[in-house]
C-alpha cells in the first residue's frame, strides 16, 4: 500500500462521506472512489458498505483504519524528527517532554532538575497540553518522550517505565459537607446533586453526555471545583497544590493511578535515554 492510498481511505471512514472526503483532501470525488476501489481490489477486501444514503466501515475497513492511522503516524513522526534532526545545530541536541497540564507537576519538577545535573544533559523544552494528548504527540513525532497516566491514557505501541502509583481523591470546596470527611467512596462523589462530575473530551474531541461541565484542563476543573460548580476525583498527588479554599479527601474505592514514562519504541537517543534513566532512579 502507499502511504496516499492510506490517507484517502483514512479520509473516507473518519468521514464517512466520499464528497466530505474529498473536500478534505482537495481532489475530486471520482479519483478518490477509484483509489478507494483499487485498495479493495489489492487486498482483496471490501473496506466500506455503501449505499445511496450512507457509507459504512466493514470489519476489515474498521481494521485497516485502526492500523493505517497507526502507520500514518509514524511516517509523520519519521518526517518531523528527520526535519528536527536536520536543521539542530552540529552536536546540540534537544528532547521535547509532553505532559497535561496542571499532572504531576511535582514530579515533572524533580525530573527536570534531575536530568539537568547529569553530565552531558541537553536542554528539554516541555510541552503542556489538554487530556488525551500526550499520545498523539508520541505518536506523530511532535514530542519524544511523555509523562501518561494510566488507566486514562493509551500506551499501546509505546515503550514505557512505571514512576509511581497512587490513590486518588475528592478535591471540593472547603465548606463542603464531605469536606470533613476521613474519607469517602465514589458513589457518594458520584452522587453530588449540586455538584456534578466534570466531562473530559474523547479523543475525537467530543464530550459524553452528562450534566457536569465540560472541562479543558486542570486549572478550569479547579476552579468550577472553588465555586462549588462541579467536584472532582484526581491523582492524590494533587493535594499538595491545592490553593486555599480546597481540601482533598481520600476516595477508598477509586481506581488507583499509575504514572509511566513513555516513548516511541524506535527511540534510539543517548539524550532521551538518560532522562528515562533519571525518571526511573527518582
Request: with cysteine; aromatic share 2%.
Amino acid at each position: 500500500m502507499e502511504t496516499r492510498e492510506l490517507r484517502y481511505f483514512v479520509a473516507v471512514a473518519e468521514e464517512l462521506h466520499f464528497g466530505r472526503a474529498a473536500q478534505r483532501l482537495g481532489i475530486a470525488q471520482p479519483p478518490l472512489s477509484r483509489a478507494i476501489r483499487q485498495l479493495e481490489r489489492r487486498l482483496g477486501a471490501t473496506l466500506l458498505e455503501r449505499s445511496s444514503r450512507a457509507v459504512a466501515l466493514t470489519e476489515a475497513g474498521a481494521t485497516l483504519l485502526r492500523e493505517g492511522r497507526a502507520a500514518l503516524d509514524a511516517v509523520d513522526a519519521a518526517d518531523r524528527r528527520t526535519r528536527r534532526a536536520a536543521h539542530a545545530p552540529a552536536g546540540a541536541g534537544r528532547i521535547v517532554l509532553v505532559t497535561k497540564a496542571g499532572a504531576a507537576s511535582e514530579l515533572l519538577a524533580k525530573l527536570l532538575d534531575a536530568y539537568a545535573a547529569e553530565p552531558g544533559a541537553v536542554d528539554v523544552d516541555v510541552v503542556l497540553c489538554g487530556p488525551g494528548e500526550q499520545e498523539r504527540l508520541l505518536r506523530t513525532g511532535h514530542a519524544d518522550v511523555g509523562l501518561l497516566h494510566l488507566p486514562f491514557d493509551r500506551i499501546a505501541g509505546l515503550d514505557t517505565e512505571v514512576l509511581r502509583t497512587e490513590g486518588q481523591v475528592a478535591v471540593l470546596p472547603a465548606g463542603h459537607p464531605l469536606a470533613g470527611r476521613a474519607q469517602v467512596r465514589m458513589a457518594e462523589v458520584a452522587a453530588l446533586p449540586e455538584q456534578p462530575l466534570p466531562r473530559w473530551p474523547a479523543d475525537d474531541g467530543s464530550y459524553p453526555e452528562g450534566p457536569g461541565p465540560r472541562i479543558r484542563d486542570h486549572t478550569q476543573l479547579l476552579q468550577l471545583v472553588a465555586l462549588g460548580r462541579t467536584a472532582a476525583v484526581l491523582p492524590e498527588s494533587v493535594g499538595a497544590h491545592l490553593h486555599d479554599g480546597l481540601v482533598a479527601v481520600p476516595v477508598v474505592d477509586a481506581a488507583e493511578v499509575t504514572t509511566v514514562i513513555a516513548w516511541p519504541p524506535q527511540t534510539r537517543s543517548r539524550p532521551i535515554a538518560a532522562l528515562i534513566d533519571t525518571a526511573t532512579r527518582l
